[in-house]
């Protein structure tokens, strides 16, 4: 029963875990008024009719805090790059110059930023939804090893760890959306 219940505990707490890195890469698609190369990691170009991830196309980097450059592999794709990145729906708007793409980044606006706070915050809520969930298996498994012979205090111990696991990553994502918040509205 003990292998079960510790087996159990690495299983929930890599669930959890899962979790906060969806939640991590969520809000780094949250732009915040900086220029990142993360900005475009979900942007796709038309690369030889497949679908490629910009980042394999070319090098990223960044000029200042408002721009972007995109120095492509082959200067014949500078027109898929552009068009890619419109595609993308980033409200970006990408200027070919012949030898790279310069992206400069609009200061967002009061009203864009608290759009991002309320999408920040939900992929959080999102997060603890599947936190809960873990939560939930965990303590329906425990349920079932107690209809197996797990003795009482077994069950009630096991289930206080996963409620203390449960909250440790529920507080660790509250933490990670109040710092995308404070960066998304700090002007």
Known sequence: MNEELDLLMSEAEDGMKSAIERLNLELTKIRAGR???????????????????????????????????????????????????????LGLN??????????????????????????????GENAKVRIRSERKDANDFIKSLKNDGLSEDQSKSAEDEVQDLTNSYTNQIDTLVDLKEVDIMKV
């Open 94 to 123: 990408p200027q070919n110059n012949g030898e790279l793409i310069i992206i400069s980044v609009p200061t967002l606006t009061e009203e864009r930023r608290i759009e991002l706070v309320k999408r920040a915050k939900a992929e």
């Open 35 to 89: 220029a990142t190369p993360s900005m475009l990691d979900t942007v796709k170009v038309d690369y030889y009719g497949s679908q490629t991830p910009i980042s394999q196309v070319g090098n990223i980097s960044t000029l200042d805090s408002k721009t972007l450059s995109i120095q492509p592999w082959e200067k014949g794709i500078l027109d898929e790059i552009a068009r890619g990145i419109i595609n993308a729906n």
